[in-house]
T-cell receptor, first 109, second 116 residues
Framework: GENVEQHPSTLSVQEGDSAVIKCTYS??????FPWYKQELGKGPQLIID?????GEKKDQRIAVTLNKTAKHFSLHITETQPEDSAVYFC????????FGKGTRLHILP | GAVVSQHPSWVICKSGTSVKIECRSLDFQATTMFWYRQFPKQSLMLMATSNEGSKATYEQGVEKDKFLINHASLTLSTLTVTSAHPEDSSFYICSVTPGTTTYEQYFGPGTRLTVT
């Protein structure tokens, strides 16, 4: 089955700087790679996703890159703001997705 | 994104009792819903896939007789934790997917279950 590794587990960045979170996956059949943001006590919120036929996708301050050959994908957040502080999860799969262990992002004032 | 509700948002029950959690898709019909479990500061673990009009598909290691899933309509799936024990205390989250040709999953706000 699919196995998703996510790094780092904790990340602190200065407000205004960029944050990068990286994930690797094991199943080459996976075609869908979403990223979720979860705030304390709430359900995950889909923030961006990418499919296997696309190498990069951007939505305002958020971008995701995918390297299918290397089986890794990354989330990039630019110009970070205090409200970006949360736990971020990557996932991989298709009709069923497997989650990484999460990255706790702290935006420092 | 989709709007998904869960009820209750939190519940406390005694050991040995059963608890039912509802998941509703509010703005589209969902043939498929998913149930996840999340322990504090951990990731989401898929428990089962809930299919409207048929039996749920459970992940390996999840007891189907303990976690009863009913997907009776295109907008409602329920998870019943039977004979709950303290180790069942967790955050239970459902998600819905808009259709068979897309993979997006939209999550509910979660239900925190505490078994005393």
């Amino acid at each position: 089955g699919e196995n998703v590794e996510q790094h780092p587990s904790t990340l602190s960045v200065q407000e205004g700087d960029s944050a990068v979170i990286k994930c690797t996956y094991s199943d080459s059949a996976s075609n869908y790679f979403p990223w979720y943001k979860q705030e304390l006590g709430k359900g995950p919120q889909l923030i961006i996703d990418i499919r296997s036929n696309v190498g990069e996708k951007k939505d305002q301050r958020i971008a995701v890159t995918l390297n299918k050959t290397a089986k890794h994908f990354s989330l990039h957040i630019t110009e970070t703001q205090p409200e970006d502080s949360a736990v971020y999860f990557c996932a991989a799969g298709d009709d069923k997705i497997i989650f990484g262990k999460g990255t706790r992002l702290h935006i420092l004032p | 994104g989709a709007v998904v509700s869960q009820h209750p948002s939190w519940v406390i029950c005694k050991s040995g009792t059963s608890v039912k959690i509802e998941c509703r898709s509010l703005d589209f019909q969902a043939t498929t819903m998913f149930w996840y479990r999340q322990f504090p500061k951990q990731s989401l673990m898929l428990m089962a896939t809930s299919n409207e009009g048929s039996k749920a598909t459970y992940e390996q290691g999840v007891e189907k007789d303990k976690f009863l899933i009913n997907h009776a309509s295109l907008t409602l799936s329920t998870l019943t934790v039977t004979s709950a024990h303290p180790e069942d205390s967790s955050f239970y989250i459902c998600s819905v997917t808009p259709g068979t040709t897309t993979y997006e999953q939209y999550f509910g706000p979660g239900t925190r279950l505490t078994v005393t």
